[in-house]
T-cell receptor
Framework: AQSVTQPDIHITVSEGASLELRCNYS??????LFWYVQSPGQGLQLLLK????DTLVQGIKGFEAEFKRSQSSFNLRKPSVHWSDAAEYFC????????????WGAGTKLIIKP | DVKVTQSSRYLVKRTGEKVFLECVQD?????MFWYRQDPGLGLRLIYF???????EKGDIPEGYSVSREKKERFSLILESASTNQTSMYLC?????????????FGQGTRLTVV
């Protein structure tokens, strides 16, 4: 069955430090891949997406993600985090043969230390 | 600016009450979705609609129904609220099927059933 795993429930990072959030998926074909962010008290907002082409994808707010087919991963990175990046981050996979359209990870909560 | 508006941010209802959660989008999107968000479980799809008066069950439709009489409005109905339906409910819309495009989310309705 198709699945998305975000192995870290919480991550704590100091302000100014680099960040990597992990996402692994299980899907037979090349999926469409997404990262969404949910700031406190807000709905989700798309950070970036990968459909095809260059495996390094740039998004909003200085985020990037790299698709690695051999590792079935789509990790999110940022070189220097800001306090405003404190939020919950969700990885999602779009499966063409899925009636439910997106398969979501459980989310990773990012905590920023001053 | 695109907008998905959920009628309430917070609701408290009693067990057995019929509950209506309303969602309106102003982007002329074909697709609308209701998700439930619980800690550690990510987003789970309750129902979605790809056209007026059309609906499809998601992963957890039991105890819920939906209505889409107009393109811009998608309502989630809890026929007889129970305490295990205490959760955050998120409405979303998209122009294309979700695996191909960005979803736009409302701010969420935090429902407490007592």
């Amino acid at each position: 069955a198709q699945s998305v795993t975000q192995p870290d429930i919480h991550i704590t990072v100091s302000e100014g430090a680099s960040l990597e959030l992990r996402c692994n998926y299980s899907y037979g074909a090349t999926p469409y891949l997404f990262w969404y962010v949910q700031s406190p008290g807000q709905g989700l907002q798309l950070l970036l997406k990968y459909f095809s082409g260059d495996t390094l994808v740039q998004g909003i707010k200085g985020f990037e993600a790299e698709f690695k087919r051999s590792q079935s991963s789509f990790n999110l990175r940022k070189p220097s985090v800001h306090w405003s990046d404190a939020a919950e981050y969700f990885c999602a996979v779009g499966a063409m043969d899925s009636n439910y359209q997106l398969i979501w990870g459980a989310g990773t909560k990012l905590i920023i230390k001053p | 600016d695109v907008k998905v508006t959920q009628s309430s941010r917070y609701l408290v209802k009693r067990t057995g009450e019929k509950v209506f959660l309303e969602c309106v989008q102003d982007m002329d999107h074909e697709n609308m979705f209701w998700y439930r968000q619980d800690p550690g479980l990510g987003l789970r799809l309750i129902y979605f609609s790809y056209d007026v008066k059309m609906k499809e069950k998601g992963d957890i439709p039991e105890g819920y129904s939906v209505s889409r009489e107009k393109k811009e409005r998608f309502s989630l109905i809890l026929e007889s609220a129970s305490t295990n339906q205490t959760s955050m409910y998120l409405c979303a819309s998209s122009l294309l099927p979700l695996q191909n495009t960005e979803a736009f989310f409302g701010q969420g309705t935090r429902l407490t059933v007592v």
